[in-house]
Structure formats: C-alpha cells, structure tokens
C-alpha cells in the first residue's frame, strides 16, 4: 500500500520537474507571464480555497503593517500550545520579555463561528540578488506574511467578520501585554533637531490599584463603573454625537491620594500617561502641538492646575479693564497684549479640549487635579468639560482599614474603634496615617504601629480644635470691630442731619 502511493508521488514529481523543464525551455521569458497566469487561472477553476496574505511590511515606505502585527499577536496567543515548532523573541516595550510566536513556514487552524481556517506563517526571498543597504528586510531581503486559507464557501463571514475578529482581539493582546508609559512634555527649546520629540518617556511602574487606593467603598466602586462605561463605550459614545473621551477632576487637600488614584486608574484602563507640565509650555500653540500627539488610549494630566497658572487672570483683568475709567495707553496696551498672547490661557487649554482634540483620535482621558477646588475658574469645572468631580477627603474609617492591610496586613484589632472615633474629630491625610502605620523597624509590631497613629491623631484633634478656637476667637474680633464701626457711622450720620436741619 505504501509502496503504491510512493511509487504515485514519484510519478507526479516526475511530471512536475518535466512540465517546469518544457516551460523554461520552451517557453519564451516575453510570454511567460501571460502563460502563469493562464494557469493561475485554470488552477483557481478547481480550487475551491481561498488564500489570503498579510506582509510584515506594507506601503510605499515599507512601514510595519500593523496588521501582520496585530495577527502575530492573535495568533501568539494560541500557537504556543497548538503549533510545534515555535519561534522565540525579545520583544522591547512588552511585559513578557520573550514572546512566542509559531515558527516559518508552520501550520496552524483556527475556528470561527464553525468555520475552519488555517494559517501559516511564510518566508520568500525576494528576487534581488545585489546586497541592498536601505533595504528593511535586512542583507537577506526576505519577506515576511502570514497566509490565511478557507473555503470559498465562507468568504462572506471571514472577510467581513472573523479578519475585524482576528485584527480586534490581536490589538487587545498586543495592549495589554505592553509596558506602560509615563510621558513628560520637553521645553520647547528642545523640539527640534536629530531625535528630538516634544514628549519623553520613561516605563511607568506604579504599584498603585484600586484594590490598594484608601477610599470610601462606594466612591470607589462608582468611579470604576465609570471607567469600565467609558472603556467599552465607543458605540455609545458614536451613537449619541459625543467625542469618545472623559474628564475627571480630582480634587482634596495634599496627601489625599490624587496621584495615586491617577496611577490606579492607569493600571487599571491600560492607558500611557501625559504628564503635562503646563510652566514649561510658552503659549497656546505650543500647547495645541503637545496635545494632538497624545495618542487615544491615554491620560493627559494635569497637576495642581490652579498653581500651575493664573487661569482664571484673564477674565478678571478684563472686568477690571472695563471699570477702569481712564482709557489706557495703546502703546501699553499693546504690549499687555502681546505678552497675553504668549501664555498659555484658560481659554486656549479649554477651546483646544472640547475642539480639534476631541476629533484626533477617541479614547482619551483628561484629569485635572487642584489642592483648591474653589478658586477655579467655573468654566473650566462646568459639567460637560470635567464629566466627573471626585474628592479626595481625609482618612475615613473605610479608608483606614484598606491602609491597615496593606500596611500591616489586618483586618481587625481592639484599637480600632478608638481609631474610628478618633478619625472623626480629626482631618488627617491617608498619607499620614499611611506613614504612622509603616513599622519604622523590625521589632515595631501592630500594637506599637496603631497607637503611634492614635498619638498622631490625638495631636492632629487638639490642632485642630486649638484652629478652631482661633478662628472664632478672630471672628467674634472682626465682628466686633465691625459693629463698633457700624456704631461709629450712624452717630456721624446723626451729626450731619442735625448740623443740616438744624435741630436735635
Ligand atoms: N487614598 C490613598 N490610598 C492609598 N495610599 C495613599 C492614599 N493617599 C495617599 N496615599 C499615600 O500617600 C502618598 C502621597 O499621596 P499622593 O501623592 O497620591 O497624594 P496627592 O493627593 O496627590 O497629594 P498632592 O496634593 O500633594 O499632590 C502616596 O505615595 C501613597 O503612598
Ligand atoms: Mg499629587
């Protein structure tokens, strides 16, 4: 039986090498062509399978497909277990410093709604012979593709769904395998020349999630339906006209975990992080070209927005402009103007927000944090622009117990309810009751570490009642002072009436 099937193979190779030999030999190189594709065709009549390529590099320039990319990474996912001959790469920026991916020339079948596919991964050399220094291939010039094949039968479901399938989900993998990235804006000064870009990166590594974030429960839970809304909401977003991004303000006294929860909700979404330090931006353009390279899938943030500039100057100098009644000199009024227009505004960081940058690209979130949510400019916190107003507040109870875990991995302790009451009567950041509650040594035990934070917030209590004193202590003077005034102005008035009408 073998025999038999060997000695059939034999006689077909036989056949292939005598029909190529005729074909060379016979055949003119000026008909060739047309001759291969008449075969081409003829083959086609009775293949009932389809075959699709997808190179490594495509274009005019040669770029990366990010297709080949995404299917490697789909198919990564799945060949280490299916396929046997594997490939192993450093791949730079990814978390698993070493991918597996199947090997060239290696077969493997998918399936999708019932529908068997095969994909293999392929390897030509490319007919130039000369060595080709420009060349993005390397001194081999081989080509790299992945072919799909499947039958004809089912042309419709994997052209028009399973590759969107395949592409989606390859994208997904490639993005939650990636190393994050902490971006921070360069001065301007140095925007041009070799290599220069107008954002730096380093890896971000924040440990920060929202597992470990001390916050009221509910808050939490609210801000992370939020986030999981925003993230599968491209239909929606789509649906109802709205540009696919999100604002969140975050707002609380120092220490209160606004950078941490920045972190978190990084780690969380997957998403790079725009550290934009709005000093080292000269104007608003400068500001607009920093703002369209921010990609979808990232978070712009700006920190302590109220320090960060006079943003609410503007609109106050021009009130104060049109009380003046003296018209101002042109030539200074010019100049006031001109160096206006080289700051970066309100206005300008609010125009670009909810204009161009909402077209360029979805996905993106934009976080403002303030220690002093009250002197912002309305404009710039009204509904619709900041979607989400978060708070940041001191220490609750719920809080402290997510600190008490990490820290020192409790859950409950007979401390704690003095603890509770005293969290209460007292305004104390999670950062410093984080930081009584870290053993500062080795033989520093649970006990020692909560009654080092009760001293902490028995003393944070009488500050703040010593404060509060204080400050009724300066009101009631203030009001005194005021009455005493108010007394003081109705006997002059008393005099004038009595000097002008002359009786008592
Ligand atoms: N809510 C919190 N949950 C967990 N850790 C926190 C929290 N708040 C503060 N911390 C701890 O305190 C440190 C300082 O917090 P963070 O920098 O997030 O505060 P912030 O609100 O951004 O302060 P600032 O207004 O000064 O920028 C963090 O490194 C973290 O360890
Ligand atoms: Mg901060």
């Known amino acids: 039986m073998m025999g038999e099937l060997w000695a059939q193979m034999g006689s077909l190779m036989a056949t292939v090498v005598f029909m190529y030999t005729v074909f060379e030999r016979f055949v003119p190189p000026q008909f060739r062509d047309r001759v291969q594709a008449y075969a081409q065709k003829f083959t086609n009549h009775f293949n009932p399978y389809i ?16 297709a080949y990319t995404a299917i490697q990474s789909y198919l990564s996912a799945n060949s280490s277990q299916r396929a046997k001959r594997l490939k192993a790469e450093v791949v730079k920026d990814s978390q698993t410093p070493l991918v597996l991916s199947m090997d060239d020339n290696e077969e493997i079948t998918d399936e999708f709604e019932g529908v068997k596919v095969w994909w293999s991964a392929k390897k030509a050399s490319t007919n130039q012979q000369r060595y080709n220094p420009f060349s993005y291939y390397g001194a081999s010039d081989e080509k790299r593709y992945y072919k799909l094949t499947f039958h004809k039968r089912y042309r419709d479901i994997i052209t028009v769904s399973y590759i969107k399938h395949v592409l989606k989900e390859g994208k997904e993998i490639e993005l939650s395998k990636r190393q994050l990235k902490l971006y921070t804006n360069n001065p301007s000064s140095g925007w041009h020349g070799y290599k220069q870009s107008k954002w730096s990166h380093i890896v971000f590594e924040h440990p920060a999630t929202f597992e470990t974030l001390a916050m009221d429960q509910k808050k939490k839970e609210d801000i992370l339906k939020d986030l999981v809304k925003f993230k599968k909401g491209k239909d929606y977003y789509a649906k109802i006209g709205k540009a696919w991004k999100r ?64 943003l609410t100057g503007q609109r106050k100098k021009k009130k104060e402009e049109s009380e003046d009644e003296e018209p101002k000199d042109p030539m200074r009024r010019n100049e006031e103007e001109n160096s206006k227009s080289s700051k970066v505004t309100l206005s300008g960081l609010l125009n670009f927000i909810d204009g161009i940058w909402s077209a360029c690209g979805g996905e993106r979130i934009i976080i403002f944090t303030t220690n002093h949510v009250e002197k912002l400019d309305p404009a710039l916190i009204r509904r619709g622009r900041m979607d989400k107003h978060i708070e940041m507040s001191y220490c609750c109870y719920e809080a402290f117990k997510v600190l008490a875990k990490n820290y020192l991995d409790v859950e409950s302790h007979q401390l704690f309810g003095t603890i509770r009451q005293l969290l209460v009567e007292a305004d104390m950041s999670p950062a410093d009751v984080a930081e009584n509650l870290m053993p500062k040594s080795l033989d520093e035990d649970v006990q020692t570490c909560l009654q080092k934070l009760i001293k902490a917030l028995v003393e944070a209590k009488e500050e703040k009642e010593r404060k509060r004193a204080e400050e009724e202590r300066l009101m009631e003077l203030q009001e005194k002072e005021e009455s005493t005034q108010m007394e003081e102005n109705n006997k002059e008035k008393t005099r004038e009436n009595v000097k002008e009408n002359g009786f008592h």
């Open 51 to 66: 075959q699709i390529t997808f190179p490594e590099f495509s274009g005019e320039r040669l770029k990366k497909s990010e």
């Open 247 to 310: 604002g969140y303000l975050l707002y609380g006294p120092p220490g209160t975990g606004k950078s941490t929860m920045i972190a978190a909700i990084a780690n969380f979404m997957n998403y790079d992080v725009y550290d934009l330090e709005l000093t080292a931006v000269k104007d608003n353009t400068e500001l607009r070209k920093l703002l369209i390279e921010t990609p979808s899938k990232s978070i712009t943030v700006i920190e302590d927005i109220d320090c960060s500039l006079d």
